[in-house]
């Protein structure tokens, strides 16, 4: 026998031997793949629920807990800029009101202090001529002259109130005006735009003769 035969023996030999092996081992595995696909569906059956009830919990908990937080972290949100533009005109706008109490202080003080030595002038003068002609009239006229001094008192304090609210309103006038030229400086206004001129045709005269050829 040479060596090739040897090996046509050993090779016919090894593969006898893998296909009793196989044979041998085939029900097994033809037993070991049933039992893991029945294992797998018995798995697949029991772990069902529970993986959908985790599911489920799981979604609840976000809904009941996450998503109402989420939801208002979104709408409570503030960009930066946006805050720092509030917080810029808030300040603005305390400083404004501020000038405008300076401004305006000084000159309604002034108009109280002026309105002052009037009345008491006036109630001064009315006091003085009520005891002079207390011997001279009777009480009907005291009366009536009381009655006359009350209404000057009123109106006194009626055009004292007219002048001071007068004079906040110039305040708050003058606070707008102040502001509105903060707000919107010159720099910021567009000029208007300018107008064209036609290249062609030039100006006419006024009877209308002014594009015709003089003969």
Not at 114 to 143: C, F, H, K, N
């Amino acid at each position: 026998m040479t060596r090739i035969d040897s090996v046509r023996a050993a090779t016919g030999s090894a593969k006898d031997s893998v296909l009793h092996a196989a044979e041998v081992v085939a029900p097994y595995a033809d037993t070991a793949k049933e039992r893991a696909a029945f294992y797998a569906q018995e798995a697949r059956v029991r772990l069902a629920p529970v993986v959908s009830g985790a599911a489920e919990q799981a979604r609840t908990q976000y809904n009941a807990q996450l998503a109402p937080r989420l939801e208002q972290a979104r709408r409570t949100y503030v960009p930066p800029k946006v805050d720092h533009a509030a917080q810029e005109a808030a300040c603005r706008t305390r400083k404004a009101a501020r000038q405008a109490a300076e401004y305006s202080r000084p000159r309604i003080e002034q108009a109280v202090a002026a309105a002052g030595p009037v009345a008491d002038e006036a109630a001064a003068r009315g006091a003085a001529a009520l005891v002079a002609l207390r011997g001279q009239v009777s009480a009907r006229d005291i009366q009536k002259l009381a009655r006359r001094n009350a209404r000057r008192c009123r109106a006194g304090r009626a055009a004292k109130m007219v002048a001071l609210a007068a004079l906040v309103a110039g305040g708050a006038f003058a606070a707008w005006k102040w502001w509105e030229r903060q707000a919107n400086p010159e720099w910021l206004v567009e000029p208007p735009a300018a107008t064209e001129v036609p290249e062609s045709g030039g100006l006419g005269s006024v009877d209308g003769s002014g594009g015709e050829e003089q003969p």
